[in-house]
């Protein structure tokens, strides 16, 4: 998984929704249904993408799925993201040290 499909999988809203609902605890798709505003087709389309981006995990448990956020997948996308704060703190560094030059 690249930080790109994370992004794209997430760009949905939702997608987006059903992701966070995961973030309490692992549900099936008739629970997270319950939830959204799309059928429970639409609903196992939308798991099938989050699956594919590797954001998250399915476990069969007798005759339903269990799905629940794969932490890990998260990693790529944290590190794209926190590499944008590593350039803004850079250029913050920079421009300190600019103005202490002028002093």
């Known amino acids: 998984?690249?930080?790109?499909?994370?992004?794209?999988?997430?760009a949905d809203p939702t997608r987006r929704h059903i992701f966070e609902?995961?973030?309490?605890?692992a549900m099936t798709?008739?629970?997270?249904?319950?939830?959204?505003p799309v059928s429970r087709p639409a609903v196992s389309q939308h798991l099938k993408v989050l699956e594919a981006a590797?954001?998250?995990?399915?476990e069969s448990r007798g005759s339903f799925r269990l799905y629940s956020i794969r932490?890990?997948?998260l990693a790529e996308l944290r590190r794209y993201i926190e590499s944008f704060w590593s350039d803004a703190l850079g250029a913050y560094g920079d421009h300190i040290a600019r103005l202490n030059q002028g002093n």
């Open 29 to 36: 798709v008739t629970e997270l249904a319950r939830e959204q």
């Open 71 to 73: 932490r890990e997948g």
């Open 1 to 10: 998984m690249t930080y790109v499909d994370a992004l794209a999988a997430l």
């Open 54 to 58: 590797r954001l998250v995990d399915v």
């Open 21 to 25: 609902a995961l973030r309490g605890k």
